[in-house]
């Protein structure tokens, strides 16, 4: 079984850029046919599917926060990282990563991190 870890700062100022890590033990994030998200849940909200990078390193992003969100990979740690640029305080949420089969879309996940608290405050 994956486990999945998020890490990065838990308080972002307005305007400035969110920067999160998630390292995966248990499994080579280039396995062929597996996806590895973002996921994200505001206070009081659903969950709410940002983006995804394949096993190939292609990448596919909400078209609601694609203008602000980037996500890359770095083999040799086996890890993902998301940024989502010009952050406001409406993106305060918890965040998480967490591993699927290959989708432009998924909605379907077999993993999950535990999530990371994210605040975006002056």
């Known amino acids: 079984q994956v486990q999945l870890q998020e890490s990065g700062p838990g308080l972002v100022k307005p305007s400035q850029t969110l920067s999160l890590t998630c390292t995966v033990s248990?499994?080579?994030?280039?396995?062929?046919?597996?996806?590895w998200s973002w996921i994200r849940q505001p206070p009081g909200k659903g969950l709410e599917w940002m983006g995804v990078?394949?096993?190939?390193?292609?990448?596919y992003y909400s078209p609601s926060l694609k203008s602000r969100t980037s996500i890359s990979r770095d083999t040799s740690k086996n890890q993902f990282s998301l940024q989502l640029r010009s952050v406001t305080p409406e993106d305060t949420a918890m965040y998480y990563c967490?591993?699927?089969?290959?989708?432009?879309?998924?909605?379907?996940?077999?993993?999950w991190g535990q999530g990371t608290q994210v605040t975006v405050s002056s």
């Open positions: 990078i394949a096993y190939d390193g292609s990448t």
């Open positions: 248990g499994g080579s994030i280039t396995i062929s046919y597996v996806a």
């Open positions: 967490a591993e699927g089969a290959t989708s432009k879309a998924p909605t379907r996940f077999d993993d």
